[in-house]
């Protein structure tokens, strides 16, 4: 296996895979970030539903559950969603769910979160994986 070193052009996403791979799925943690009121509107059953979003600024047609259409819709310009106060790991997996999962560099997640690219490295770009993030290797 081939080394791969992490540096701040290094580009980050969710690698849905990764949940199937290691027997978890990802719609039961995408739903923990839905309001009281959307878990009560919906079933299960609904909030699994997969359906095509077209992206606003690429036109590109994404195939997503309802729970991560709510979470992108609702959550993006909440300031309680994404905060200082979260642990590095979680403030990356939050800002892929509300970006659409866009690729992006060590340098603009520590720009965003307002923090050194060395402390998102040292969080999210060692071997293990939190949530699916993981570096894009070209």
């Known amino acids: 296996m081939r080394l791969f070193r992490v540096d701040e ?3 980050f ?3 849905y895979t990764w949940f199937e ?3 978890q799925d990802v719609n039961i943690l995408i739903r923990k970030y839905l ?3 959307q878990l009560e509107q919906y079933t299960s059953e609904q909030l699994d539903e997969t359906f095509d979003f077209v992206d606003p600024d690429t036109a590109e047609v994404h195939h997503i559950t309802r729970a991560a259409y709510l979470v992108r819709a609702e ?3 909440n300031p309680n969603f994404l905060h200082q106060g979260l642990p590095i790991a979680e403030a990356v997996f939050r800002i892929f769910l509300v970006n659409n999962n866009q ?4 340098a603009e997640l520590a720009a965003y979160l307002n923090r050194r690219p060395a402390d998102v490295i040292a969080q999210i770009g060692g071997r293990n994986v939190y949530n699916g993030i993981k570096p894009i290797r070209n």
């Open 13 to 15: 996403h969710i690698d």
């Open 75 to 77: 959550m993006q310009h």
């Open 9 to 11: 052009n290094t580009r």
């Open 21 to 23: 791979k290691n027997g």
């Open 103 to 106: 690729p992006l560099t060590v």
């Open 35 to 37: 309001s009281p009121e």
